[in-house]
């Protein structure tokens, strides 16, 4: 009892550590830095004043098919207790969840371990990354994506120890909450369908999913259908109102702009810009120029159009049609045809480039309100260097876990999942802040790895496979 007590006692010591370190970003450094924000708003905004799922700011309010409504309908609730506008309710909001991720991650490294001390390790690490603690102050879907996920990996545990298909059924209604706050979530079940699959051939997890593939299967089923009955009636929506049987567009803008930066000058002189640029002249430059990280290609665009009659149809009475949702599609199927051709044109490049996407969107552990710092000073930049070795370390420990634990089912299913979280977007070769929901899963790992080198004596097992 006392030694419950204790540990007890340091898993809350542990929360407090989370939440001091979401105040200090909340007190200290700018709030709300990414640019995203403002549609996020708006799309709240709009719901919580009934006008629908819009990105609009003024009438008719067209609705849009270019986000997914967990995010905006979870901003809109904090609006609508603490009063609109209220961002900072939202980044407080966004601190609590941080302590359940916490928690979460304390439960899943103890399930794994059956260790209370290799939990606390877990959660520790998990409580003082900055990347978490970071984000809890940006109106963005980081961290509500991240503590789902854990939800799923929870309840997913649970199914895979236990027999019963509730805890199957209720893992996959929070993946389908999850899938639209992050539509990439939407194929987990057919990746753990999948993985089942294998595994059984394989005879991973020392049999366990081969031996017990009747009822796994039936489960995964379960858990699809769960997912589904979210899931689909967003779908429906967006192909009675655009057509396009889809959670989201946006794929064709993010491909667009690795793919072209991608390609030498030589290419952005030729034929291919040029047919980008006559295709997008009218909607696309005004917009794109904006976002500081693609002003790159944006400027090669404009370029490329200087002296090409379509060049006069850039101008400041331009009417913001990009936010519309049919428009949205138009403009997104064009970038991303435009996105083949370029990747026809180097194919070796884009493979390169998809290969080594993990590697880049590893490179560095995202801090907003750093990295996206003009004024940042020389010191500023040497403390960005403490984040980067700190995750180099953890995925270091992460493959070295992969040792002692390749044979644990649980472990395999953390690890199955954070491959499918990191090669799920290689393809559009995304950046860092897609991998932030696999930090908590990293700190897992490298605990049980940490718990290798020095051990930890075993405590009652919670949940035995």
Not at 274 to 292: D, G, I, Q
Not at 445 to 452: D, F, H, I, K, T
Request: aromatic content about 12%; charged content about 15%.
């Amino acid at each position: 009892m006392k030694k419950k007590l204790k540990y007890n006692r340091g898993l809350l010591i542990v929360v407090l550590l989370a939440l001091l370190q979401s105040g200090i970003w909340f007190a200290f450094f700018p709030r709300g830095t990414l640019q995203d924000r403002s549609q996020y708003n708006q799309l709240a905004l709009n719901l919580l004043h009934k006008r629908g799922f819009s990105l609009d700011s003024e009438p008719p309010f067209e609705p849009t098919i270019f986000r997914v409504p967990t995010y905006p309908m979870f901003v809109a609730s904090v609006y609508y207790i603490f009063g609109e506008n209220n961002e900072d309710a939202v980044y407080l909001s966004q601190t609590v969840i941080l302590a359940i991720i916490v928690i979460l991650v304390f439960k899943i490294a103890f399930t794994i371990s059956a260790s209370r001390s290799v939990g606390l390790l877990a959660a520790t690490i998990a409580a003082l990354n900055p990347s978490l603690g970071s984000f809890t102050c940006e109106l963005m879907a980081e961290i509500l994506y991240t503590f789902l996920i854990l939800g799923f990996v929870h309840l997913l545990i649970k199914a895979l120890a236990g027999k019963r298909l509730l805890y199957y059924l209720l893992s996959g209604i929070i993946l389908g909450v999850a899938a639209l706050c992050r539509p990439t979530a939407q194929f987990i079940p057919l990746f753990l369908l999948l993985l089942l699959l294998v595994a059984s051939l394989l005879g991973w997890g020392r049999g366990f999913f081969r031996d017990n593939r009747k009822r796994i299967a039936v489960g995964l089923l379960v858990l699809a259908a769960g997912a589904s009955s979210l899931i689909l009636p967003w779908v429906i929506r967006n192909k009675i109102l655009f057509d396009k049987f889809t959670l989201a567009t946006g794929i064709g803008i993010v491909l667009f702009n690795h793919t072209a930066l991608l390609s030498s000058d030589r290419v952005f002189k030729g034929n291919i810009l040029a047919s980008v640029s006559e295709s997008l002249a009218t909607n696309y430059y005004p917009e794109f120029s904006r976002y500081k990280q693609w002003r790159v290609t944006a400027d090669m665009l404009k370029k490329s159009v200087v002296g090409n009659p379509l060049a006069s149809k850039i101008c400041p009475t331009w009417d913001n049609k990009w936010h519309k949702g049919y428009n949205s599609i138009i403009i997104d199927e064009i970038w991303f045809n435009r996105s083949l051709e370029f990747v026809k044109r180097n194919p070796l490049r884009y493979v390169v480039k998809v290969v080594l996407s993990p590697v880049d969107s590893h490179s560095n552990m995202l801090i907003p309100q750093i990295s996206h710092n003009k004024n940042i000073t020389p010191v500023g930049k040497k403390f960005m260097l403490i984040p980067k070795l700190a995750l180099f370390s953890m995925i270091v420990l992460c493959l070295f876990s992969f040792k002692y634990y390749r044979n644990n089912p649980i472990f395999l299913t953390l690890l199955a999942l954070v491959c499918y979280n990191v090669f799920s977007i290689a393809p559009i070769t995304s950046g860092a802040r897609y991998v932030i929901v696999n930090y908590p899963i990293y700190t897992v790992m490298a605990s049980l790895a940490l718990n290798q080198l020095w051990p930890a004596p075993p405590r009652k097992r919670v949940l035995s496979l």
